[in-house]
């Protein structure tokens, strides 16, 4: 089956830039989508088709997706930006389709 | 705007049932695929199952495949998840979320916490 792995953890001061990468395949044919969760909320969509961003969602949240790494960059963190995040793809590639999710970034703002 | 209530979780034996439901409003339900996740606790998410917006289609993950079943009625924006067969392992948090295919989960709601212990 397909494995999304990313890093456990980055650590960021507030105003810098936070990079958290996700490994998969080839992950580049595929859509990523990234979801962000804090704590004992629901997890809610950050972006979505590599770089898309749903309504509400600033612009300093982006992402892109190459070779065997996707990756969401958060731009001037702020302290509520401290949350896991999340990235997922679909794969169909198998005799059927499934939903991986990455094993979870936490990101802390120093 | 849409919302995605879950209901039905609680504390249940090893071997027991459950039927988890998600009402849903705000959208027009039957046009949209709908799924399963959850997260046991201090763990990551786990999809589960999905299903499309008729119900003609359906899958679920090996983890609950033969144990676990979604369906839905569309006449009433709901969703649901019988759970049969339960162990601990399936202790977490269940949240639906409405996407599904090859798409992202837009929404999600805010879950409902099944517990499995003797």
């Known amino acids: 089956s397909y494995v999304l792995t990313q890093s456990p953890s980055v650590s960021v001061a507030p105003g810098q830039t936070a990079r958290i990468t996700c490994g998969g395949n080839?992950?580049?044919?595929?859509?990523v989508h990234w979801y962000q969760q804090k704590p004992g909320q629901a997890p809610a969509l950050v972006v979505f088709?590599?770089?898309d961003r749903p309504s509400g969602i600033p612009e300093r949240f982006s992402g892109s997706n190459s070779g065997n790494t996707a990756t969401l960059t958060i731009t001037r963190v702020e302290a509520g930006d401290e949350a896991d995040y999340y990235c997922?793809?679909?794969?169909?590639?198998?005799?059927?389709?499934?939903?991986?999710f990455g094993t979870g970034t936490k990101v802390t703002v120093l | 705007q849409v919302q995605l209530v879950e209901s039905g979780g609680g504390l249940v034996k090893p071997g027991g049932s459950l039927r988890l439901s998600c009402a849903a409003s705000?959208?027009?339900?039957?046009?949209?695929?709908m799924t399963w996740v959850r997260q046991a606790p201090g763990k990551g998410l786990e999809w589960i199952s999905y299903?499309?917006?008729?119900?003609?289609?359906?899958h679920y993950a090996d983890s609950v495949k033969g144990r676990f079943t979604i369906s839905r009625v569309n006449a009433k924006d709901s969703l649901y998840l019988q759970m049969t067969g339960l162990t601990p392992d399936d202790t977490a948090v269940y949240y639906c979320?409405?996407?599904?295919?090859?798409?992202?989960?837009?929404?999600w709601g805010q879950g409902t916490l099944v517990t499995v212990s003797s």
């Open positions: 979320s409405r996407g599904g295919g090859d798409s992202d989960f837009d929404y």
């Open positions: 088709d590599d770089s």
């Open positions: 997922q793809v679909w794969d169909n590639s198998g005799d059927h389709p499934s939903y991986v």
């Open positions: 299903i499309t917006g008729a119900g003609g289609t359906i």
């Open positions: 080839n992950i580049g044919v595929k859509s």
């Open positions: 705000g959208f027009t339900f039957g046009d949209y695929y």
